[in-house]
């Protein structure tokens, strides 16, 4: 049997259906358009009227819930809505966190904690949902579980490193929990830690973190270290600053060739780059006085370091470097300078001073005039309290104008013979 397309009736029939069709479709867009411009305002009656059009929209049930939880401050209906959301969609995190901060206002722990684990379940590893539930378990007392968490927000998010620590330490009070659960095994995190122990003064625990650091095994930069050298040395921890100092050599070849066997001063020749922190050579950019190396006027090795001095009165060239050595104990001391044109009443002297009384142990007679290389050396003994010596270029007295150039070049700090 074949049935004509032609007929009447079939046409009638078909141009019916598409009708239907396109009548349903034309209802099913108008119901969605309209339940999405009543979903963009805050009328707690527009957004129901939207949740009737869409019943199934969990979107829709959240933002009612955050309606009723932070415009109407109606945590009864919050949870309601909020219980629906989760229902319709239990993938997103943050449905379950509103949820959780609903049940917090309704005092019911239980409840909330379970939200906040449904969210984790959902987002285990975005900081935002670690942060607020490790908050939670922090003020429930739940450390372990809280210290967990804080590990995954640093972890994650390297800009609230500061603030995570901030909470764990000063929840806890130890480092070896800190190291165990919270701190991610990476150097920032730890030097973050180290940063926060030496604000506070916290000299033994910043000595931990610093142990557990180099026990990671893992690369960091030299200079990231330089902030807790400084601030042994600010607290007169001369031995941890050496023991610093000898983790720091250890661990890379480089570091390796600035030590001269026998030779206290590191980089006494002035061979290699300053490093500007540590127990190697320092320097500061001052206005009257030009620091520079000099690869074609030294005594020794293949440079040395000028200094011209411009015309204004400076008493400190800008130079030093820290010395440890031992307490009533005799050392020689060496170092060659070179002048050239110096005009002055007072020329630059190379000084050796202890580095906390300001002892002055060697004053190298002043450079004036030109003058080629010439060694200036002498012996001293270090006092009972002397642990840390500075060597310097400075000019004594300071108040005086000084025009010219000098150079110095092959230093030497050696145990004497008795």
């Known amino acids: 049997m074949h049935v004509k397309f032609n007929s009447v009736s079939l046409r009638l029939f078909s141009a019916a259906i598409c009708l239907v069709t396109v009548g349903l479709y034309i209802d099913s867009v108008a119901t969605h358009y309209l339940a999405y411009r009543l979903s963009t305002s805050l009328d707690r009656r527009n957004l129901n009227r939207a949740a009737e059009l869409e019943p199934w929209d ?149 000595k931990e973190v610093w142990h557990g650091l180099t026990s990671l095994g893992q690369q960091f930069t030299v200079s990231d270290a330089f902030p807790f050298f400084d601030y042994l040395l600010r607290k007169r921890e001369t031995e941890t600053a050496v023991q610093v100092w000898e983790d720091l050599v250890k661990r890379g070849a480089k570091l390796q060739s600035y030590a001269e066997p026998g030779n206290l001063i590191v980089d006494g020749g002035l061979e290699r780059d300053f490093l500007n922190g540590g127990f190697d050579w320092r320097y500061s950019v001052t206005g009257p006085v030009q620091l520079s190396v000099d690869t074609s006027e030294f005594h020794g090795g293949n440079q040395s370091l000028r200094m011209v001095f411009r015309g204004p009165a400076v008493s400190d060239a800008g130079i030093f470097e820290y010395i440890p050595v031992q307490h009533n104990t005799n050392y020689r001391f060496s170092v060659y300078t070179k002048a050239e044109d110096i005009e002055s009443a007072s020329g630059p002297r190379v000084t050796v001073l202890d580095a906390y009384s300001g002892k002055s142990y060697v004053l190298t007679d002043d450079s004036l005039g030109t003058t080629g290389w010439r060694q200036q050396s002498a012996d001293f003994r270090t006092g009972s309290d002397t642990s840390l010596l500075v060597v310097t270029v400075r000019r004594v007295p300071g108040n005086v104008l000084i025009k010219g150039k000098f150079w110095i070049d092959d230093f030497s700090l050696v145990k004497a013979v008795n």
């Open 58 to 206: 969990a979107e829709l049930r959240w933002k009612l819930g955050r309606q009723a939880l932070f415009i109407a401050q109606d945590p009864t209906n919050a949870v309601s809505n909020l219980e629906a959301a989760v229902s319709l969609n239990p993938h997103l995190a943050r449905y379950w966190l509103d949820l959780a901060a609903a049940y917090q206002v309704m005092s019911d722990v239980q409840r909330q904690r379970s939200a906040l684990e449904r969210a984790l379940q959902a987002d285990p590893s975005t900081p935002d949902v670690s942060w607020e539930a490790a908050n939670f378990y922090l003020a429930q007392n739940d450390l372990e579980r809280a210290l967990q968490l804080f590990r995954v927000v640093m972890a994650n998010d390297p800009k609230q490193t500061n603030s995570a620590l901030k909470l764990c330490w000063h929840a806890t009070q130890n480092v070896s929990m800190m190291l165990a659960d919270a701190v991610p095994s990476l150097p920032a995190p730890y030097f973050a830690f180290l940063n926060l122990l030496t604000l506070e003064s916290e000299t033994p625990p910043a």
